[in-house]
């Protein structure tokens, strides 16, 4: 840890989808650029203390660090220098946030964050943000029809995130499910995940894939681009630390809690979740007994959000 400078950072997103960025002054480091505002550590500091103190000093704010909850850790290695960046999304301050110190400040909505506006240790940030809380995964149906409706259904409850998940199709069903999935999603504005080999995926449209744990380990590397989506399910440590080997976007973390459809299968509960979503930096959605008002119990526990058939699926 000596080795990197500890930043902590706070993500603040309003009603309207806008999150709080900072101008860094000309004669700093990477100036001029815009960043999520925090700083670094005090000696004897904790996270929350220290993130408290900067968006104070910085923002003249003040945070309520109960309503404080962890996004993402990652560490960068510039030229001259090496950061951990210790991100929190802050859910409720109080005050009005100007540049106490003379940087500009300003409210831009996520979809607009420019990559090219930011430090290069920000855009792994830019990415999780636009991750949603929550994701959709398709359930039992008894025909395309009804897979469909029960699709148009879930996106109707502003699911922005959905894993196609349909394992018992033929593969030219597959590719032609996926394609209705992907119209209806995108005119809904939401994303298509399809859970699928990479030999069927690159047959659709479809915005990502979705690695199972079996296909997970199969892999080497990161079989989609950059601009491509990619999750993978896991359900040990072992599966996590090779999703973040090969690059994976997001990992679906299960079983949290007990559920119907496995019963047999021991939960992880939240302690062991914190435990094991804290390994790695890339977003963690709980999976396993979910329905929405466990998210902000997944967020204390460090999860990115939840994800679920049950809570999302039309019976």
Known sequence: M?????????????????????????????GGLWEFPGGKLEPGESVQQALQRELHEELDIVINLSN?????????HYPEKSV???????????????GKEGQKVKWMPINQLAAESFPCANLEIIKALQLP???????KVESLEDFSCKLEELLARNVKLVQMRQPSLRPDEFALWAECAQALCEKNQA?????????EFNKTSA?????????????????????????ASCHSENELLHAQKIGVDFALLSPVLKTMSHPNNKPLGWDRFREMAALVSMPVYALGGMAGRQLPLARRAG??????ISAFWPK
């Open 2 to 30: 000596s080795d990197y400078q500890h930043v902590a950072v706070g993500v603040m997103v309003d009603e309207r989808g806008r999150v709080l960025i900072s101008q860094r002054p000309q004669a700093s480091h990477q």
């Open 68 to 76: 404080c909850f962890p996004l993402k850790k990652l560490k960068y």
């Open 84 to 98: 951990l960046l210790d991100v929190w999304s802050v859910m409720n301050f109080s005050g009005r946030p100007r």
């Open 133 to 139: 809380d929550q994701i959709g995964i398709t359930g």
């Open 191 to 199: 994303r298509l995940l399809v859970n699928t080999s990479c030999e």
């Open 207 to 231: 915005h990502g894939l979705h690695l199972n744990a079996q296909r997970l380990l199969q892999l080497e590397s990161r079989p989609v681009t950059a601009e491509q989506l990619l999750g």
């Open 303 to 308: 999860a990115h959000g939840i994800a679920s």
